[in-house]
């Protein structure tokens, strides 16, 4: 089964600052998801990546793929405290269901 | 249609009762997904459904544990014989029929056994 690295488990920023989140797969990634959970609640889709070398933007975050499709990046810039939660990587190892990472659990500071 | 809902989103339960989970996904989706995450771990994979079929189920299934879809609608998720081990977060989530389409989750069931 896909195995999921997620770094840091979790961070804390100054609003307004950047923050990156890091996801490392144990296989080729056909799919690589990214999810935000508040505590306690489902998870809410940010974006999904394919191609290698892909990168998207939603507001103010942007997540990437890289060219060999083993790690994936989500990058949020001017953090506000609505960006703080738990966020999740998940992966589609070509079999419809998705494996994910334990989550980084990100905390924004006034 | 506003997503995927689950019913209740909050149970609690005595050890050794049976515990049955609603969920009801988004319309045109034929895949639906159950997921049980604990405190600090990402979702786990429990089972899935393409339409009413049950196409695989994890090892985390024990046979205490059943899911149906009847008519590939709405699914049910039952937990025979509740233990203490089963407290858990219990998310179920859809897509759409195409592959690498992304899934949508529901709010989830929090269910403590005590």
């Known amino acids: 089964s896909q195995e999921l690295e997620q770094s840091p488990q979790s961070l804390i920023v100054q609003e307004g600052k950047n923050l990156t989140i890091n996801c490392t797969s144990s296989k080729t990634l056909y799919g690589l998801y990214w999810y935000k959970q508040k505590y306690g609640e489902g998870l809410i889709f940010l974006m999904m990546l394919q191609k290698g070398g892909e990168e998207k933007s939603h507001e103010k975050i942007t997540a990437k793929l890289d060219e060999k499709k083993q790690q994936s990046s989500l990058h949020i810039t001017a953090s506000q405290p609505s960006h703080a939660g738990i966020y999740l990587c998940g992966a589609d190892s070509n079999d419809y269901k998705l494996s994910f990472g334990a989550g980084t659990t990100v905390t924004v500071r006034a | 249609d506003t997503g995927v809902s689950q019913d209740p989103r909050h149970k609690i339960t005595k050890r050794g009762q049976n515990v049955t989970f609603r969920c009801d996904p988004i319309s045109e989706h034929n895949r639906l997904y159950w997921y049980r995450q604990t405190l600090g771990q990402g979702p786990e994979f429990l089972t899935y459904f393409q339409n009413e079929a049950q196409l695989e189920k994890s090892r985390l299934l024990s046979d205490r544990f059943s899911a149906e879809r009847p008519k590939g609608s709405f699914s049910t998720l039952e937990i025979q014989r509740t233990e203490q081990g089963d407290s858990a977060m219990y998310l179920c989530?859809?897509?759409?029929?195409?592959?690498?389409?992304?899934?949508?989750f529901g709010q989830g069931t929090r269910l403590t056994v005590v």
């Open positions: 989530a859809s897509s759409g029929g195409t592959f690498n389409t992304e899934a949508f």
